[in-house]
């Protein structure tokens, strides 16, 4: 496939490599943007392994907790303009509300929000806000105390990244600092049982890769692997992470001392994994001009 300049842009910003490796990288991996990170990666070349993670879609990640229950919802706008508009906001919360008693978001879109439909309230928004909005994530959590966190809030209970944790034991103070360190880290999953077995896997490959490329023998090679492994796993996972608060401790034992074991935990950010288009200014300068 043809390898465009935007294409080599996009690799170098997410990755850090120079011009001329992310181009090569490109054109041995037939245009395939994850491999060639990965290749950059093999040969040393990426500074940061990390995808674009553009989240061009505004709105708002509303959260609300009930007993040992707790919901995040993500309600999306064209702009953020719109999601700083108490309507909007009154809109989010109600369906946050609804959505403690909704098991998805194709039954929490059915739910009754004073005499009309979730998804009725939404078609009438559009129609008097004058802006597109979709109702895209339902996220549930359920244990002993479920703590909330809103980070970046516009309004009480709603923002840009909306976390829930359940936790046995311990207070509410642990448990928001908990939330803090995960909206700020991000962990792929609560524990290594929990990590995606193909991402481990795909890890482990692109290790073994950088290991053979040093040229060292296998017995040394597999040792190395180990360690890196163990390594990926701490800082991926929750519970091994060192913690924000206090990096000296995990995020488990730090929650051991509090009194208190994470049992699960739910991030939600507003635009995660929406890509939205973006052309240049100058070309779209010059399309407006021919049209």
């Known amino acids: ?20 490796d992310a181009k090569k990288a490109l054109v041995e991996n037939n245009g395939d943007m994850e491999a060639a990170v990965d290749w ?28 040992g229950k707790g919901v995040a919802v993500e309600v999306n706008s064209e702009t953020d303009f719109v999601a700083k508009n108490s309507e909007f906001q009154e809109m989010v919360a109600a369906i946050a509300k609804a959505a403690l008693n909704a098991d998805d978001v194709e039954a929490l879109k059915a739910a009754d929000l004073g005499g009309k439909t979730v998804e009725a309230t939404l078609t009438d ?13 339902l996220e549930k959590l359920e244990g002993e105390t479920v703590v909330s966190y809103i980070h970046n809030a516009a309004t009480a209970g709603m923002g840009k990244i909306g976390v829930l944790v359940a936790m046995n034991g311990g207070d509410e103070a642990i448990g928001k600092q ?24 795909k890890e482990k490959q692109v290790q073994m890769d950088i290991a053979r490329e040093s040229g060292k023998p296998e017995q040394v090679i597999e040792k190395m692997i180990e360690g890196r492994m163990k390594k990926f796993v701490a800082e991926s996972t929750l519970l091994n992470q060192q913690f924000v608060v206090n990096p ?4 488990e034992a730090a929650a051991k001392e509090a009194g208190a074991s994470i049992t699960g935990f739910v991030r939600v950010e507003v635009g995660e994994g929406i890509e939205v288009e973006k052309e240049d200014f100058a070309a779209e300068v010059a399309k407006a001009a021919q049209g």
């Open 248 to 251: 000296d401790l995990t995020v």
């Open 40 to 67: 950059l990666r093999t040969k040393g070349l990426a500074k940061a392994a990390k995808k674009s993670g553009r989240t061009a879609a505004e709105g708002l990640v509303a959260v609300v907790v009930e007993g």
């Open 178 to 201: 908990v939330a803090m360190h995960i909206a700020a880290v991000n962990p792929a999953a609560l524990s290594e049982a929990d990590l995606d077995a193909s991402v481990v896997e």
């Open 125 to 137: 928004k559009i129609a008097t806000i004058g802006e597109n909005m979709s109702l895209r994530r």
């Open 1 to 20: 496939m043809a390898i465009t300049a935007a294409m080599v842009k996009e690799l170098r910003e997410s990755t850090g490599a120079g011009m001329m």
